[in-house]
């Protein structure tokens, strides 16, 4: 077994084995179907002694990230919370014309942009070839590389320290994360901030948010495990926020070791509510496996008795999430012929594993699915409203997480 990849334990305690799957943003070309694909194991441990919980490093980022098929500005809703933060992070922090915003993993400037509409010099680091020309010709300055301490290094020669570095739902994809985190360092002034984004595992088990775990995602967060991955690399947690973000979310707001000064009351109270739910041992992560499984037959259960009825069910949505549920469940196109999507870079492509058809999202209104599954559950709120025309031919919107839920939609 690997040891923990932030303390270097070999103690290591299964949550959740959700067998063998393809990197979930590995989408087939047509003529890819005809060639084999290569699985490899998800299987979530936690750590005993940092308690971080993690999965093998089997992939390497370079394989999933230098050619992405994941672009931020396609989602609505994750555009406006981005323009929340950055307004905020303004507002907070006192940043102005002579300020410098780094954002790590940037990808199509989704972000940057309302940096650079308040005139504030700005920076994407983005490691995707293709999603970083995309930030180019969008007009945000953006530079293609992996951070690592010499790249933090290079930029902060190149461009000087940060004011602010964010750092928004990529901690998760470092399987270095102490290297990671030491290039943060380097990009930010010694009386500067980080802002980090990431998934909140007590959330992903409670709501049996499983699908977000993936070969992307090497490490999953509680307050506690995030306190010393940022120490591990020089810098202090001082703050953090819970928010609504892919189903839950944590805002960490970091600063060097030697300006931080205390953490606040957001952060103790948080590592209490963890500590009293067993996530500092581990009698919390005993129940997660079977909650799990539970979807799962659910799910099933819910399309097959649909295919014996004669109901049509179609897709809605190709994120990465909805690879490790698709696979985990053994949904092919007998069960679901096609999924749609926004992202005109998936169209024609076929889902890794399932291998289902991934179309315009035109198709939904031609087809007339009896029901739609929404894969993408956490922007529920956006796509409820996107998909109201499922009303006009009587469709339904089916959420499989956290738990089944067949729902009919206003016109």
């Not at 602010?164 to 990671?180: I, R, S």
């Not at 529920?380 to 009919?408: A, C, K, N, T």
Request: include cysteine; charged fraction near 20%.
């Amino acid at each position: 077994m690997t040891p923990c990849r932030l303390c270097g334990s070999a103690s290591l305690v299964s949550v959740v084995d959700l067998g063998a799957t393809p990197p979930c943003e590995r989408f087939l070309t047509e003529a890819q179907l005809e060639e084999p694909e290569v699985t490899y194991p998800l299987h979530l441990r936690v750590c005993t002694g940092c308690r971080l919980a993690q999965i093998p490093p089997l992939i390497t980022p370079e394989e999933t990230f230098t050619e992405y098929a994941y672009f931020s500005s396609y989602s609505t809703s994750w555009v406006e919370h981005a323009r929340t933060f950055v307004h905020g992070a303004v507002e907070r922090l006192g940043l102005g014309s002579g300020s410098f915003v780094v954002e790590v993993a940037s990808n199509d400037g989704y972000l940057l942009r309302h940096v650079a509409d308040l005139g504030i010099r700005c920076l994407g680091v983005e490691p995707s070839e293709n999603v970083g020309r995309a930030a180019r010709q969008a007009g945000v300055p953006t530079w293609t590389a992996f951070l690592d301490p010499a790249t933090g290094a290079s930029v902060r020669a190149g461009h000087g320290p940060a004011d602010l570095v964010v750092a928004n739902n990529v901690y998760a994809h470092v399987p270095d994360v102490t290297g990671f985190t030491r290039g943060l360092r380097a990009l930010v002034a010694d009386d500067g901030w980080v802002s980090i984004e990431v998934q909140y595992l007590p959330t992903l088990m409670a709501g049996n948010q499983y699908d977000t775990i993936y070969h992307e995602h090497f490490q999953y967060y509680t307050v506690d495990s995030a306190r010393a991955a940022l120490a591990s690399g020089g810098l202090r947690l001082v703050d953090v926020e819970r928010l609504p973000t892919h189903g839950g979310s944590i805002r960490l707001w970091a600063r060097p070791e030697e300006s931080a000064g205390e953490p606040g009351e957001r952060v103790a109270a948080l590592l209490a509510e963890e500590k009293a739910a067993g996530l500092h041992e581990l009698s919390g992560y005993a129940e997660f496996g079977a909650r799990v499984a539970r979807v799962r037959r659910d799910l099933l259960a819910f399309l097959l008795d649909a295919a014996r009825q004669g109901r049509t069910v179609a897709g809605y949505g190709a994120p990465g999430k909805g690879n490790t549920l698709l696979n985990h469940c053994g949904i092919r196109p007998d069960l679901l012929p096609f999924t749609v999507d926004r992202n005109p870079y998936k169209h024609g492509r076929f889902t890794p594993g399932t291998r289902i058809p991934i179309l315009p999202p035109e198709r939904l209104a031609e087809e007339r699915p009896d029901y739609v599954l929404v894969l993408p559950w956490n922007l529920r709120e956006e796509l409820v409203g996107q998909l109201s025309y499922v009303h006009d031919w009587g469709g339904r919107l089916v959420f499989p997480i956290p738990e089944l839920e067949i729902v009919e939609v206003n016109p």
